[in-house]
Each structure stands twice: as C-alpha cells, then as structure tokens.
C-alpha cells in the first residue's frame, strides 16, 4: 500500500504510523523526522532547515521534495509506503504525484487525521521522543514505565524543540493556510479517508483498519 497522513501537530500521525507499518510492512518515511535527524547531525541540509522549523515555518518545497524522492527507492519501501508529514503543500503534492507517475505507481489512500486545534497543546507540550527510535510517549496519555526514560532501551526522553505554545501557534497557522489545501486535493481524486483524531489512540487505531480494508 502506498499512503499519506494528514494533519495537524498532534493530531497523532507519528503515533499511528508504527502500528500500520507492522500490520502492512510498509516503510515510515517522515520528513519532519528525516528533517531534526539532519539538523542534529548538522548537514548541508539540516543547516538550510534548522531555521524554519526553530519557527515552526514550513521547509523549502525543493528540499523536502528531495529528500522524498531519496528516500522511497530504499529497498524497504519497494512494497509500499507511508508518507508521514509529507506532502503539506499543494506543490509537493503535485511533485509526489509526478514522481509516482514515473514509476507507474499512484498513492492507494490519504488517511486525514481531523481534530480541533483546541486539544492539541496538550499534547504537543506532554510529548516526550526517544530520538533514535522514533517512539512517542505523553506524560499524561501515554507516559514511560520511568518518567523521562525509554520502555525498550532505558535511554533518556527528550521534548522537541518546536513543542512549545508559540511555535506551535505557527505551525498551526502553516497547517491551516498550506496543508489543508492539499487535503482538498486528495479529496477531489476521491481517495480520502477521514478519522476522528480526537478519540482515544485505540480507537483511532480501528478507524485506521477499517480505512484501509
Ligand atoms: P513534523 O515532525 O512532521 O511535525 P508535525 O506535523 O507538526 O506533527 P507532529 O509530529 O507534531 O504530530 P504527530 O501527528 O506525529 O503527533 P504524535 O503522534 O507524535 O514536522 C516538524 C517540522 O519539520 C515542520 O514544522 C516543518 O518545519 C518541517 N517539515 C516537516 N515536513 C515538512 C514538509 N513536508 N514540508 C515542509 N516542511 C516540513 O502525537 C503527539 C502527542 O500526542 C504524543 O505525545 C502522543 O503520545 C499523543 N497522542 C497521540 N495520539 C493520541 C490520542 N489519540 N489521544 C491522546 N494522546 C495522543
Ligand atoms: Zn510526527
Ligand atoms: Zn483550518
């Protein structure tokens, strides 16, 4: 299968994304992942991005665009794939499209994760990540066995740097004005899937297999 989550800051795409890739095996590709891995790393990349993302503004098109482009000829992505984070504009969109068409593949369904802005704070400021793994834990929802340590590696938890109220304020303006545009998009090709966000991460997780059965 070949899928794209959509949605806003919170709104649980990163959490969802292991459970589909086990269940499908499909590869994760999220570029605001691939993005901090950069960044942290200080790469020509993660140098031209660190500033957009410090203000929770949208990277370049090109540079996403590229780094998507990279990274689905992985051999683990050959089965399928789930785009997490990507496109958010109605230019990569397009891009995805094109790169898609050049291998005679299409993208099977758009999963779009609709919540109230309301409820996302809170769950943006009571996330906590083990980096290396990816694995999202929330101090009040999902907390670690040890508070500000990882269940599986017993390495230390760390809060994102754009996990603030302010920062979050302008990523939510991004999603609005940048990415629910692309939704529409979707929404015309008629290969959207809408889930209430806004339940408990089980449920969410049965909203996800009826959309994709
Ligand atoms: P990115 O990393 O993609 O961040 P985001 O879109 O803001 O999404 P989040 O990762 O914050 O949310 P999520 O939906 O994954 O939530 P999660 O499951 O962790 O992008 C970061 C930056 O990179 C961007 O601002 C931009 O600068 C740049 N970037 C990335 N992609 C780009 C692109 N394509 N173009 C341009 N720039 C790009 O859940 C959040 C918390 O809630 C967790 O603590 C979790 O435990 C908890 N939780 C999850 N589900 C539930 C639930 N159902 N009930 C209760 N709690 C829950
Ligand atoms: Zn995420
Ligand atoms: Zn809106």
Known sequence: KRLVLIGPPGSGKGTQSPIIKDEYCLCHLATGDMLRAAVAAKTPLGVKAKEAMDKGQLVSD?????????????????????????PRTAVQAQKLDEMLEKQGT????????????SILEERITGRWIHPSSGRTYHTKFAPPKVHGVDDVTGE????????????????????????EPV??????????????????????????????S
């Open 62 to 86: 090109d540079l996403v665009v590229g780094i998507i482009d990279e990274a689905m000829k992985k051999p683990s992505c050959q089965k399928g794939f789930i785009l997490d984070g990507f």
């Open 106 to 117: 299409k993208i099977d369904k758009v999963l779009n994760f609709a919540i109230d802005d």
């Open 156 to 179: 230390p938890l760390i809060q994102r740097k754009d996990d603030t109220p302010e920062v979050l304020k302008s990523r939510l303006d991004a999603f609005h004005r940048q990415t």
């Open 183 to 212: 939704i529409e998009y979707y929404a015309k090709k008629g290969i959207l899937a809408q889930l209430h966000a806004e339940k408990p991460p089980k449920e969410v997780t049965a909203e996800v297999q009826k959309a994709l």
